[in-house]
């Protein structure tokens, strides 16, 4: 009884700290609806949001509480799955909303929700919450191979899992993979290659998919740094001109 409490106290500062947070976005966006510009209100949407330093610990101590939740057996286990997805959604709230040190409530959110959508119970619904934290995979230590390992065996598992190649979602995940780490890349053709013979049409279609909008994500980025460059070139020039 007292680990089912413990469980379901969990659970409650879960969603009160999403509702917290929430809050916040509303009142942010009241405040800023209509009576700013635009250039103003896309510089707010990069510009991280503080919080009271209590919520944040208590949002720090629920994501860390995400795998022993994970482990939980017997009569806890449905109260621990609960409980678990309610931190799941306190953790993308945290992540969407652009929450100061953000990055600290996803290393576990991420190899969860993965392992989520790769079960055989999984629905599309899994595979677009994970793909809406796609950039957070770039946070990863993709070097560290004694610690990316699991993950990494898990993020080449997508490549031939029947619900991430039917879903646009899916797919567009798998694709943006290729732009993690290089590293992976080589791991994700391998793994593509092998399944390659003797597929139906309609799964060399969902690859050629994948391929095209690896290389136009890619391609993208590239022009993106390239631009940046410039700047800082041009920005650079300037500075030495007026001296």
Same mark, same amino acid.
């Given at each position: 009884?007292?680990?089912?409490?413990? *469980?379901?106290?969990?659970?409650?500062?879960?969603?009160?700290?999403?509702?917290?947070?929430?809050?916040? @976005?509303?009142?942010?966006?009241?405040?800023?609806?209509?009576? $700013?510009?635009?250039?103003?209100?896309?510089?707010?949407q990069h510009r991280k949001i503080d919080i009271i330093?209590?919520?944040?610990? *208590?949002? =720090?101590?629920?994501?860390?509480?995400?795998?022993p939740l994970q482990n939980c057996c017997g009569t806890?286990?449905?109260?621990?799955?609960?409980?678990?997805?309610?931190?799941?959604?306190?953790? +993308? $709230?945290?992540? %969407?909303?652009?929450? =100061?040190?953000?990055?600290?409530?996803?290393?576990? @959110? /991420?190899?969860?929700?993965?392992?989520?959508?790769?079960?055989?119970?999984?629905?599309?619904?899994?595979?677009? $919450?994970?793909?809406?934290?796609?950039?957070?995979?770039?946070?990863?230590?993709?070097?560290?191979?004694?610690? /990316?390992?699991?993950?990494?065996? %898990?993020?080449?598992?997508?490549?031939?899992?029947? @619900?991430?190649?039917?879903?646009? +979602?899916?797919?567009?995940?798998?694709? %943006?993979?290729?732009?993690?780490?290089?590293?992976?890349?080589?791991?994700?053709?391998?793994? /593509?290659?092998?399944?390659?013979?003797?597929?139906?049409?309609? /799964?060399?279609?969902?690859y050629a998919d994948i391929y095209y909008m690896a290389?136009?994500?890619?391609?993208?980025? +590239? =022009?993106?740094?390239?631009?940046?460059?410039?700047?800082?070139?041009?920005?650079?020039? *300037? *500075?030495?001109?007026?001296?």
């Open positions: 009884k007292e680990a089912s409490r413990a *469980v379901l106290f969990l659970r409650c500062c879960a969603f009160l700290v999403e509702a917290y947070l929430e809050g916040i @976005l509303t009142k942010l966006a009241n405040n800023s609806s209509g009576r $700013r510009s635009t250039s103003t209100r896309q510089q707010q330093d209590e919520a944040y610990e *208590v949002a =720090e101590l629920l994501h860390d509480s995400l795998f806890l286990i449905k109260e621990a799955q609960h409980t678990q997805s309610a931190i799941f959604g306190m953790c +993308e $709230r945290y992540w %969407h909303g652009n929450f =100061e040190d953000r990055e600290q409530m996803v290393t576990q @959110l /991420i190899p969860l929700l993965l392992v989520k959508s790769l079960d055989d119970t999984a629905q599309k619904n899994d595979v677009k $919450r994970l793909y809406s934290i796609r950039d957070a995979i770039h946070l990863l230590d993709f070097e560290d191979e004694s610690s /990316i390992a699991s993950l990494k065996m %898990h993020l080449l598992r997508t490549v031939n899992n029947p @619900l991430f190649l039917q879903s646009a +979602e899916g797919r567009k995940f798998i694709a %943006h993979l290729f732009t993690v780490d290089a590293s992976l890349v080589l791991d994700l053709h391998r793994a /593509i290659r092998t399944q390659i013979v003797g597929a139906k049409k309609s /799964i060399l279609n969902a290389w136009k994500e890619s391609t993208e980025k +590239e =022009e993106e740094e390239n631009r940046n460059d410039d700047n800082d070139d041009n920005g650079r020039d *300037v *500075v030495t001109t007026k001296i």
